[in-house]
């Protein structure tokens, strides 16, 4: 909730700069997540006129879950980053708080969403291997390698990119030319040429029961219609 505070800074800063009533913002990751904090704080100025979410995770990152991922904050000792990990597991109670709260009517939203896993063949594994572990549906494997399209799809019309999370992944949400260009364009309210997400419902139906091989899995995300 602290992160909500800075973005109230940060809006005021270019509201000050600009002498703009409102802004807009590019949220990514985490920082969607802090821009939502900041709409429901007492403090917020009424300062914001749309936000664009690039794989911000609502629902949570199963990959939150994973031992290693636990383990890895614990040899850190980094208490921020251990909880920042902690608050975005799925049904936390940071999150579940949260999305209890409604969502300021006067602020346009919107989604873009990165659907490919990475073109490194052991990080491509390495989420498929562990998300099926804790995600309980394969549908939800959709993911930019670290924030599934189901959890990224929670407000406003919502975008898929063929991009990952980070450039640590692969050509990613950060720093794809089609995904800055469609941002502008979702700014300008602008069509974005992308393929709409799917609705989370409809791909609960036609998932399959079990986890699956890639290649099956390939076959089975490229069978999702548009």
Known sequence: ????????????????????????????????????????????????????????????????????????????????????????LPKSSFLTNLNDIPVVSAIEYATIAGDKLSDKWYLKFATWLIDSRFVGSPAEIISDNLVGVSSADYLGTCYQHPVSHSDAMGTSLTSNSDVVQAAMNLFQNKPTGSMECLPYEEVLENAPATPFTDTQFTTYHNSLPA
Do not use: C, N
């Open 1 to 88: 909730w602290t992160l909500g505070g800075q973005i109230g800074a940060a809006t005021l800063s270019v509201r000050e700069k600009t002498g703009e009533k409102k802004v807009d913002i590019a949220a990514h990751s985490m920082g969607g997540l802090a821009t939502r904090v900041y709409t429901v704080l007492p403090l917020y100025a009424d300062d914001i006129r749309k936000i664009v979410f690039l794989g911000v995770p609502h629902a949570g990152v199963p990959l939150a879950k994973g031992f290693i991922a636990g383990l890895v904050g614990a040899i850190q000792g980094d208490e921020f980053a251990d909880t920042a990990r902690k608050q975005q």
